[in-house]
Every structure is written in structure tokens, then in C-alpha cells.
């Protein structure tokens, strides 16, 4: 039988120090979400589109060579062509500045709506968990009956009241109510955490309601936060959108897609591009923070965490 040298055998020393060691390097929450965003490739799909139509809002308007309220007799009801890429609408004017004209006002609504929402809700709601009981009571009390309002009649009051439909009117009309179910969804989180020990120990010693909220409850609800917000702001987009549909929102000489989709469609039997490039727009720019919401939601579930 062959004997093994002993040349092949080692000690192992016993390595106290190391052996409480971390295995592998430490990664923050936040570092540790983005890791997992990126695995998401629709998610990351999706926030690459996102960022091509936010920058073709931004941009395509100002290197495009035609105005957005330039009219031009001669080229009335002309079909998507190399002159005019997204065709023109009936008093000549080039639809592809339009659209793009039309993509900044719709999602400045989007996303200013879905901030303000979220602040006033969060502080809300934040309140409402911290103290609790009666005041609690009172507070989701009100928020049921804002709810209960129905939201057209809002924007007609506001319209009503401020004489004219803008960007200030749609927005205190979709936020004047629009936080509660923020404010609900809040409270619910932070209801959790105010019973966490951290939580227990800075009441414990002595600070204020004010600081416990804010360096306490919305840290610690951040991300279930920006996942909402990711969520909201489509839903504020096509508010705007059916608003303007209506004829209820953005007023001429302004324009955004629910507008260019309102004016399109007397005439969207003959001239269906008209109605076409709008409603695509929103469509996919619904799509993608539908997505990314997706993807956010899956990135920060601790449980997926590894």
C-alpha cells in the first residue's frame, strides 16, 4: 500500500482573531437595491425608454426647425413625411414639436402632482401614527370624507373658482385630494415602526414628535415610498390626460398629450396619426413607471435581500 509523505499534511492554526471576521464585504440597503434593480432587465428596459422620451421632450423641441404655435397654411393635414416627421394637424403646425411641447407639461404634472401628494401624505399620515387614539380617529375621519368627494367635481369648482385651466389648476385639483391614499398607506407603515424599539427609546428620551417623524418614520418608509410615488405619477399623467380629453385641462394656446389627443379626435377618421402619436406617448411612458415601479418594489422587498 502506498504511503502518503507526510510533506502533504499541514497544521491548521487556530485563528481566533479571524473568527468573527465578515465573510464578505458589507453593502448598504441602498447600494444593495440597485443590485438587484439592475438583475430586473425589463425594469432597467424600462427606465432606458424613460430617460430617451424625457430627453426627447427636453431637447427635441428645441432643435426641431418648426414651432409649436407656428402656423403654416400651405402645409395643413399633412401625413407623417421626411419634412414633417409626426405630420401636421389642421392650422399646419408641426405635430412632432407638438408632442414633444405637449410630453414636458404632461409629465411636470406627473411628477409635481405625485411630490406634493406624497409630502402632504406622508406628514399626514405620520402624524396621525405618532399620536394615535382620538386624534388618530379624527384625522382618518377626514381623510375618508375628502375621499368620498367625487374628483370631477373638484376640478370643476377649482376651474370654476380660479377662472382658467393651467398647470396651478390642475395640479391643486388632482393634489387637493389626492394625498389621501397616500396618507392612509402611510400611516399603516409607520403604525409598524412606532412600536420598534428605536422608536420607543427616542420618546423614551424626550424628542420631539416633529424629529421622531422625520428622522424616524419616513426614513424607515422611504422605500416602500419611492415605490408608490413610481406608481402614482402615470396614474396623475393620465388624470391629466382624460382632463384635457374633457376639455377640462390644458387650455389652447397650450397643449399637452391629453389635449392633442382631444383636438385629434373629430378628426381621427382620415387622419388617424393625429391621435396616434399622442396616445402612444402616454401609453409608453405609463408602461415604463408601471415597470420601474415593478422593479423598485422586488429591489427593496427585504425579503429578497441575499
Not at 481566533?16 to 447600494?31: C, F, N, Q
Not at 394637424?89 to 404632461?106: H, N
Not at 406627473?110 to 384625522?139: E, P, R
Not at 396619426?273 to 413607471?289: D, G, H, N, Q, S
Request: some cysteine; charged content about 15%.
Amino acid at each position: 500500500m502506498e504511503q502518503i509523505p507526510k510533506e502533504k499534511f499541514a497544521f491548521v492554526q487556530n485563528r481566533e482573531a479571524e473568527a468573527d471576521s465578515i465573510a464578505r464585504p458589507h453593502v448598504g440597503y441602498w447600494k444593495d437595491c440597485w443590485r438587484r434593480f439592475k438583475e430586473n432587465k425589463v425594469a432597467v428596459g424600462a427606465l432606458i425608454l424613460l430617460g430617451v422620451l424625457v430627453l426627447m421632450c427636453i431637447f427635441a423641441p428645441i432643435l426641431s426647425p418648426y414651432e409649436y404655435e407656428t402656423m403654416d397654411k400651405s402645409a395643413r393635414l399633412v401625413f407623417p413625411s421626411k419634412t414633417h416627421w409626426f405630420g401636421t394637424d389642421k392650422l399646419g403646425r408641426d405635430v412632432f414639436t407638438r408632442v414633444w411641447i405637449g410630453g414636458r407639461v404632461s409629465m411636470v404634472i406627473g411628477l409635481a402632482a405625485a411630490l406634493i401628494s406624497t409630502t402632504i401624505g406622508c406628514i399626514y399620515g405620520g402624524i396621525a401614527a405618532y399620536f394615535g387614539g382620538a386624534v388618530d380617529n379624527i384625522m382618518m375621519r377626514i381623510v375618508e370624507v375628502l375621499i368620498s368627494v367625487p374628483y370631477l367635481i373638484v376640478v370643476i369648482l377649482m376651474s370654476v373658482i380660479l377662472q382658467n385651466s393651467n398647470i396651478t389648476t390642475l395640479l391643486l385639483a388632482m393634489t387637493i385630494t389626492g394625498w389621501c391614499g397616500t396618507a392612509r398607506f402611510v400611516r399603516a407603515q409607520m403604525l409598524q415602526i412606532k412600536s420598534e424599539e428605536y422608536t420607543l427609546a427616542a420618546q423614551a428620551l424626550g424628542v420631539s414628535p416633529w424629529k421622531v417623524v422625520t428622522r424616524h418614520f419616513i426614513p424607515n418608509t422611504m422605500g416602500v415610498i419611492i415605490v408608490s410615488i413610481t406608481f402614482d405619477i402615470p396614474g396623475y399623467i393620465f388624470s391629466e390626460a382624460f382632463l384635457s380629453y374633457l376639455g377640462l385641462g390644458i387650455q389652447p394656446p397650450g397643449t399637452s398629450w391629453g389635449a392633442l389627443a382631444s383636438a385629434a379626435q373629430s378628426q381621427f377618421t382620415f387622419y388617424p396619426y393625429l391621435l396616434l402619436f399622442p396616445v402612444l406617448m402616454i401609453a409608453l411612458t405609463m408602461l415604463c413607471f408601471t415597470l420601474i415601479g415593478d422593479g423598485l418594489r422586488d429591489a427593496m422587498d427585504p425579503k429578497g435581500r441575499k
